[in-house]
């Protein structure tokens, strides 16, 4: 279905949800980004499901739902339920689809080759988590596209700088899949704009360097200590792009090193 409407409602304006907005709103869309908290700003509604309040009034809108998972079981729940409510209001006000941003976690930690076709189960709790996730989203009803987005790298949140002198439990040969915050929020409107073929789309960089090579660069660039790691055999996990670039999107850092210099 390809999405004639230029209404966007984006749950979760927060690091990822707010520049996909502004970049919405240039390019023509009439947007709407929710807080939990009043604020009394153009362009932003209310959305507080403790407080049961939703004053998102806009119909036939694209939905993009932008909330991170949380990380401890409350905020997990939490999360869980402002997806399962936004899903309600989605389709109470007549959305034309449902953007859920996912993300390649829920891929088994295995060096294999995955697209978005492959049939797999989960490995960890995480991963059963994120598949519910998705499975309620793809089971609301809506017209529904689930985007798995690498991780995530971008303004204020360099590689480096969260890894720095740490050890990891994973190979130095094991590679990366990354995505810098312009090309997620480049390829989300993408999705939007266009008639998506599948379901599940994956959102990564089609640039899969060693974690040693990456990581090594990335603290090299801030002058902060390197990443070691405890193995180094070959571990080649790679999340496919293939059906993305197929379709015609073009990641602006397509070399992952040139995302690192814009971070």
């Known amino acids: 279905m390809t999405h004639n409407s230029n209404n966007g409602v984006v749950v979760g304006a927060g690091w990822l949800g707010a520049p996909l907005a502004e970049h919405l709103e240039n390019s023509g869309w009439h947007v709407i980004k929710t807080s939990r908290q009043q604020k009394n700003q153009k362009g932003w509604v209310q959305f507080n499901i403790e407080q049961d309040i939703c004053d998102i009034e806009l119909t036939e809108a694209v939905w993009f739902f932008c909330i991170p998972p949380g990380r401890t079981l409350e905020a997990q729940s939490a999360y869980q339920e402002y997806l399962v409510r936004s899903l309600a209001e989605a389709k109470a006000k007549q959305a034309k689809c449902f953007i859920f941003c996912s993300t390649t976690g829920v891929y088994p930690d295995e060096p294999l080759h995955f697209t978005e076709l492959d049939a797999f189960t989960a490995k960890t709790e995480k991963q059963s988590r994120l598949l519910q996730n998705e499975r309620i989203v793809a089971e609301s009803g809506l017209n529904t596209v689930i985007v798995r987005l690498g991780g995530l790298m971008g303004p204020k949140r360099h590689p480096g700088r969260f890894l720095s002198g740490k050890s990891l439990s994973s190979s130095a040969n094991a590679t990366v899949n990354m995505l810098h915050q312009e090309d997620a929020v480049n390829g989300l409107q993408f999705i939007a704009e266009i008639a998506v073929p599948e379901p599940i789309i994956n959102l990564v960089t089609p640039h899969h360097p060693t974690k040693e090579t990456f990581y090594g660069e990335a603290t090299k660039q801030l002058g902060m200590l390197p990443v070691s790691f405890e193995k180094a055999g ?28 814009n971070c």
Do not use: N, V
């Open 234 to 261: 070959k571990e080649p996990r790679i999340i496919s792009s293939d059906l993305l670039l197929k379709l015609g999107f073009k990641f602006k850092y397509a070399d992952l090193f040139d995302g690192l210099q």
